[in-house]
């Protein structure tokens, strides 16, 4: 089975424009969560989704949101993009709390 | 505040040395208990979890770990490292979200750098 898809794998983008991140789930996995994973740091939580519905927030602005559809696929939009949001960003899929998959990762630059 | 501190941001060891990999954990729940490798330019891999029962786990490629409930410690151990271990490892803990969910809270990290 493939694993967690993500695209692209990465992306130059300016400061105040806007982008967004695209991830295909292990076939079969409902829920599929973001993270962001700034350099040097650990992954923090951005969002999760099960069935098309958001069910948890991390502490991130406004200017990130995400949707989940039909297929389970999801996609993460950043606006107004600021330096600070350079980063690698993860996307996991899973069946259970216990065992998330993760993707390669979105690398994003802004410059 | 729920949290988790690696106390060590780097950790140089010799091929088939011991290694032990420290990770702190705050929480005032029970929650579950992860160790990630992540090897260069690619994502996050699981090597093993504690969800309940028996303290030590065994994970894959040789790890496992010993969650100490009073230390609210979960430290990772290898008997003997290879060159391909070389990596990122970080600890994590599940906490619930609204709606019985969980979201993972991660440590900064220990790069684990195997010298011949």
């Known amino acids: 089975d493939a694993g967690v898809t993500q695209s692209p794998t990465h992306l130059i983008k300016t400061r105040g424009q806007q982008v967004t991140l695209r991830c295909s789930p292990i076939s079969g996995h409902k829920s599929v969560s973001w993270y962001q994973q700034v350099l040097g740091q650990g992954p923090q939580f951005i969002f999760q989704?099960?069935?098309?519905?958001?069910?948890g927030r991390g502490n991130f602005p406004d200017r990130f949101s995400a949707r989940q559809f039909p297929n389970y696929s999801s996609e993460l939009n950043v606006n107004a993009l600021l330096l600070g949001d350079s980063a690698l960003y993860l996307c996991?899929?899973?069946?259970?709390?216990?065992?998330?998959?993760f993707g390669s990762g979105t690398q994003l630059s802004v410059l | 505040a729920q949290s988790v501190t690696q106390l060590d941001s780097q950790v140089p060891v010799f091929e088939e040395a011991p290694v032990e990999l420290r990770c702190n954990y705050s929480s005032s729940v029970s929650v579950y208990l992860f160790w990630y490798v992540q090897y260069p330019n690619q994502g996050l891999q699981l090597l093993l979890k504690y969800l309940s029962g028996s303290t030590l786990v065994k994970g894959i490629n040789g790890f496992e770990a010993e969650r100490n409930k009073s230390q609210t410690s979960f430290h990772l151990r290898k008997p003997s490292v290879h060159i391909s271990d070389t990596a990122e490892y970080f600890c994590a803990v599940s906490l619930p979200i609204s709606g019985g969910y969980n979201k993972l809270i991660f440590g900064a990290g220990t790069r684990l750098a195997v010298h011949p």
């Open positions: 989704y099960y069935e098309k519905e958001e069910r």
């Open positions: 996991a899929s899973s069946r259970t709390v216990e065992k998330l998959f």
